[in-house]
């Protein structure tokens, strides 16, 4: 459902929630937060609502101002979001991002960032990853990505390598882990044809049926390929990785579904089943 902004709280005697992002219409967050609330007997309301690229902070105090509780913050806005908050998470403050927005009593805005811990519990739960020691691949270096690599720093991993197509992104995320992980930099048509073990789609090019300009000497039959992008399809990057060798390719609705439990979490103090939401929306 697409909220216009005079009407972002439908029903003001149940607590309201809601993600905010440009495009968000294909978003299954509300479905994933109704599974939640239903699974634990909470009475809520969560809606999807198209931002104007300039408009976040208009919508959020407004969401805010007319008695929402919580937002989910998607693509473009995590890093917008992250200097809209009045408090931060120790997470967040390192990864520079914010996924999840709290309003307290007071209306301070709360920021934290979940897609780190969503994208670990993924991998760990749902498909049987170990990340140490492992040589890890990421295409492009928006929010998400900050967020993971925030969270890559504890799980022992051998290196990153971080490719954009604008370098100095890039640059400035090697600069900022550089003294934690072994992080390195590249631009599309400098970065070496080395074999990776785990390759991270961190590009939203799938959403239009693009791949990173990537060679396909950098997978061999061990690589693990993952898209944050997730489509009712394969999107064209899991194709890609399939028909190039690779191990197994997932998509990121794991992700979503594993990051939308930790932001239940903070809103409402308990954990939802994840595998059972994964399986239903599979099912959808």
Known sequence: MIVVVNELINNP??????????PVKHSKSPQIHLLFAKEMGITLEYNAIEVPNDELSTYVNLFSSQGGKGLNITVPFKENAYKLCTEITS???????????????ETNIIGDTTDGEGFINDLRKNYGINLQNKSILILGAGGTVKSIIERLVSEEIKNVVIVNRTLSRAEELEKKFKNKIDIKSFSYETLPNDIFDVIINGTSLSLSSEVPPVSRNII????????????????????????????????????????AAESFFIWHGVKPNTAKVIEALKNL
């Open 13 to 22: 005697s149940v607590a309201n929630y809601a993600v905010l992002g440009n």
């Open 91 to 105: 997470r967040a403050l390192e990864s520079g991002s914010v996924n999840t927005i709290k309003f307290d009593t």
């Open 220 to 259: 061999n039959k061990n690589t693990f390929c993952y898209d944050l992008m997730y489509s009712s399809d394969k999107t064209v990057f899991i194709k890609w990785a399939i028909e190039n060798g690779a191990l197994r390719a997932a998509d990121g609705l794991g992700m979503l579904v594993e990051q």
